[in-house]
């Protein structure tokens, strides 16, 4: 049994993450602003992580055994957490995203642009951070996510006050209702409409992971294994847009019909332009064994149409 705290955890993989940590018999502490009450069992503390003062005093004296953080996305909250967990822990896991490797946002390096990404192309221990960038604001934190990510991760690992590690997810899929992002029912919505699939002229394919899986594989870097420095957490496989759209087609008995985008017009999620998928040998080969894409897709594809055909029924019956 380990004594874990989990920052955010309130929706997602991270609420499913909570409870499996709690069903595995570990000490599990929350902490958010309070909108979401853990499941009980879990200890809850209320506080803003972006206020120091107030995250400090709502720990009080409690440590550690090891902490997730789900919702880290500036060095500005990195650096609040580095300050008010010194001491308190003697491991640090955070969820980061393959957004850090997007050509995109961050240039790969010479000869790299066609092959997955190896945790090393961004190297947390030599990005440059930049607190002082208006990380506070909404719009500019939204513009510049990956960024912000790529920063977040290097306070951790240039400060060095405790064992750092940062899962870098794929692109989470599953859970239809429960997939916030409204990716899977995007498609799901404009299949039932009989509306077109907005794609780029060349579509490029990328990684995904089940959220379950990545829940299981949260639990697993808190708890089996002490591996510092970024890991990358997809499932086997590449997929492309079609991919995507032909699995939701299949759960509607509809056939998608894909349309170019015309200049300047944006494409639809997971429609890609570039190309960044990424290598997940290191986690293999400290120990953990991923799914395959294609065994889960279709099961995360029935869930969204689903999940997305639910408000039209309740709507028809209400009238």
Known sequence: MQRICVIGGSRYFGKLLVERLHAAGHRVTVINRGSTPPPPGVEHLVADRDDESALAAALGTRTFDVVVDQVC????????????????????????????YDPATATPPAGAQDTPAEEERVDPATWAVRADLPWHDEAYLDAHYAEGKRQAEAVFTQDGRFGFASVRSAHVLGGGAREFTGRLAYYADRLARGADIV????????????????ADLLLWAATATGFTGPLNACSDGLLDVRDIADAVAAATGRRPVYRTAAAGEPAGPF??????????????????AFSRTADWLPGAAAESVTASAAPAARGAHQA
Request: no cysteine; aromatic share 14%.
């Open 73 to 100: 996305y500036t060095p500005v909250q990195a650096g609040i957490a580095v300050r008010v967990f010194s001491g308190r822990t003697r491991r640090y896991v955070m969820t980061s995203t393959i957004e850090v």
């Open 199 to 214: 794609v780029h002229a060349r579509e490029l394919p990328t990684v995904f992971i089940h959220y379950e899986e990545l």
């Open 271 to 288: 429609s890609f332009d570039r190309y960044y998928p990424m290598s997940n040998s290191r986690a293999k080969t400290l120990g953990f």
